[in-house]
């Protein structure tokens, strides 16, 4: 039987191709203060001369630097002060661990729902599985679960 690769499973190759360098990058973190202030003083401008390359005010900029620490600024304030710096705003959202792994681990979670019904009316029933028989069906579940439209892992549990 041939494997057949969705258009979203090419999708997803690519973006996380893209996004595993990043994942092991913790010292993109951005800096306590904020990258705003890190990289005007790391260049020796002041607010002042920042804001005048953006046309805002000294104290405008400061309350940037402040909402940047506080996760309150926008993506649109970042590019124009970013482009300010001379600098190339990146922004990405990087998944803690790889995407397939996220969906298996999602699909697992749901074939764990599932046999956690079935397998407690076989146990009253005396025809529970075994450790290795429940494991067994759990990954096929998941595998099944998985084949089918991705959006189904986001509904339940």
């Known amino acids: 039987m041939r494997s057949v690769v969705s258009p979203v499973g090419l999708a997803r190759k690519q973006l996380e191709r893209r996004l595993a360098p990043l994942r092991k990058m913790p010292e993109f973190a951005r800096p306590a203060r904020g990258w705003i202030k890190a990289m005007r003083e790391a260049l020796g401008m002041t607010a002042t001369q920042l804001g005048g390359r953006i046309g805002v005010s000294q104290s405008r900029i400061a309350r940037i630097e402040k909402d940047e620490a506080e996760d309150a600024v926008t993506l649109a304030t970042l590019r124009r002060v970013a482009e300010g710096l001379d600098c190339t705003l990146v922004y990405a959202l990087v998944p803690n661990e790889p995407l397939d792994e996220m969906l298996k681990a999602r699909a697992r979670a749901q074939a764990?729902?599932?046999?956690k019904r079935t397998h407690h009316s076989m146990r009253l029933e005396n025809q529970a599985l075994d450790k290795r028989?429940?494991?067994a069906e759990r990954e096929r579940l998941a595998m099944e679960i998985l084949v089918g439209d991705p959006r189904r892992l986001w509904d339940a549990p």
């Open 133 to 135: 028989d429940l494991e």
């Open 112 to 115: 764990d729902a599932q046999l």
